[in-house]
C-alpha cells in the first residue's frame, strides 16, 4: 500500500462517520501531511557575509525538488548546513519529523540523506568499483567496515549501480582517468550506494556535455521513480531543471526569492530579473 493510500485510509473512517482511527493510524497521518525534509528560517553567516537569510523551503517525500540562483546566493551554504557541515545560526531543519540541525554529518548520513559536491570527490588513484565500496564504508564510518574486505553484495550492488549509471565498462579504470561528466555519473553512482532516502545534488550537470546531460537526467528520473529516493537538485540549468523538478525555490542574496512550478518560476519577473543582475 502507497503512503497516501494509508493516509487516505487511516483518515476515511472518521470522515464517514464509522470508527474513530486510531491514536497510532491518526499519528500517521499526521506524519504523511509534513514534508520528508521541512527547512525554517535558517540563516548562516560567515563573518560580515549573510550566505542564508531566514531561509524556509519544504522537499515532499518522493518529489524531485529544485533550487535555483545566480552564483553566491546561498545554495551550497543551505547544503552544507541541511547535511551538518557547519552549525546554522538560527531556524530549524527536520528530516522525516526529527531535528537535525544539532547533528553531525555521519549521523545526519546515516539518517539517509546523502549530498553530492558542486566539485566531484571521487578517489582518482582507484578504480570505479574501489570508489563505490569505500562510499559506503564512509557512510557506516567505521574504521572496521573501512578495512574489511568488501563483501560479495556490497561488491555486486556497486556493478548494478556502475551499471544503472552506464559506467559498467568502465568500472576497472582509475576514476581519474574519467572524463569529468564520467566521474559525475561515478559520484552519483557513489551516493546511491548507501540506499539514501534524500539525496541533494549540487550542480550535477555542471560541465557535462549535453549527450551526458540528458543520460544523467534520465538517471536522475529513474532513481526518483523506480527506487523512491527523494532528491533535492541546485542547477544553473535551466532546461534541466524546468525538465526534473516538479517544485522550484529560487534564492538571490541569501535569502528566497521566489518558489512555485517549473512553469510559474520560468516567467516570474523576480527570477528573470535576478538572474539578469538585476533584482
Ligand atoms: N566557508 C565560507 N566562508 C566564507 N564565505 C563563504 C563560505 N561559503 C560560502 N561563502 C559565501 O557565502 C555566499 C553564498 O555562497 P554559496 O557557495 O552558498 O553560493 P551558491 O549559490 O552555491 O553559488 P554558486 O552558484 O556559485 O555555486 C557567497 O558570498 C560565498 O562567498
Ligand atoms: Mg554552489
Do not use: W
Not at 557547519?86 to 528530516?95: A, L
Not at 541546485?234 to 512555485?260: D, F, K, P, T, W
Amino acid at each position: 500500500m502507497t503512503t497516501v493510500q494509508r493516509a487516505a485510509d487511516a483518515a476515511l473512517p472518521s470522515r464517514a462517520g464509522q470508527s474513530e482511527p486510531t491514536v497510532r493510524e491518526s499519528g500517521e497521518a499526521m506524519r504523511e501531511q509534513h514534508a520528508l525534509l521541512e527547512v525554517r528560517n535558517v540563516s548562516k553567516r560567515f563573518g560580515g557575509i549573510v550566505a542564508n537569510r531566514d531561509v524556509s523551503l519544504d522537499v515532499p517525500a518522493g518529489r524531485i525538488t529544485g533550487l535555483i540562483g545566480p552564483n553566491g546566493s546561498g545554495k551550497t551554504t543551505l547544503f552544507n548546513s541541511i547535511a551538518g557541515q557547519h552549525p546554522i545560526d538560527s531556524g530549524s531543519i527536520r528530516f522525516d519529523g526529527r531535528e537535525i540541525s544539532q547533528l553531525r554529518t555521519a549521523k545526519i548520513a546515516r539518517l539517509g540523506i546523502v549530498r553530492t559536491f558542486q566539485q566531484t570527490r571521487v578517489y582518482r588513484a582507484m578504480n570505479c568499483v574501489q570508489n563505490m565500496q569505500i562510499s559506503t564504508a564512509q557512510s557506516h564510518e567505521t574504521l572496521a567496515s573501512m578495512l574489511r574486505k568488501p563483501s560479495a553484495s556490497v561488491t555486486e550492488r556497486a556493478e548494478a549501480l556502475l551499471e544503472f549509471v552506464g559506467l559498467r565498462a568502465k568500472r576497472l579504470l582509475p576514476a581519474g582517468d574519467l572524463s569529468f561528466g564520467q566521474q559525475k555519473l561515478l559520484e552519483f553512482a557513489m551516493a546511491l550506494m548507501s540506499g539514501p532516502r534524500l539525496l541533494l545534488l549540487d550542480e550535477p550537470t555542471a560541465g557535462i556535455n549535453p549527450v551526458l546531460i540528458n543520460g544523467l537526467v534520465d538517471r536522475l528520473k529513474r532513481a526518483n521513480a523506480e527506487f523512491g529516493i527523494t532528491l533535492l537538485v541546485i542547477e544553473h540549468n535551466m532546461r534541466v531543471i524546468m525538465n526534473l523538478a516538479s517544485h522550484i525555490y529560487c534564492l538571490a542574496h541569501g535569502e528566497l526569492l521566489a518558489q512555485g512550478t517549473p512553469a510559474a518560476i520560468r516567467r516570474d519577473p523576480r527570477v528573470v530579473d535576478a538572474y539578469l543582475g538585476g533584482r
